[in-house]
């Protein structure tokens, strides 16, 4: 994984542990959602790029 991406990733699951925690504290539950929404989408794509380089280490074994 490139270490712009996971730079990105984490940027936006902050982003989004920031929207979660002031939709709370305001009670407003629409950025509350838009937070969770947001953790979840950095998490998939860090899941994304955990199984892209998985799959080049693989192919990278089988090269040696």
């Keep these: 994984m490139g270490l712009a991406d996971k730079a990105q990733n984490k940027v936006e699951d902050v ?13 407003n539950e ?14 998939a794509k860090d899941a994304g790029e955990k199984v ?9 074994a089988f090269k040696s």
Excluded at 16 to 27: C, F, I, L, R, S
């Design 52 to 60: 892209k380089d998985a799959g080049k280490d693989v192919k990278d």
């Design 30 to 43: 629409r950025l509350e959602a838009e937070g969770r929404a947001d953790q979840t989408e950095a998490h």
């Design 15 to 27: 982003k989004g542990h920031a929207k979660e925690g002031a939709g709370k504290a305001t009670d």
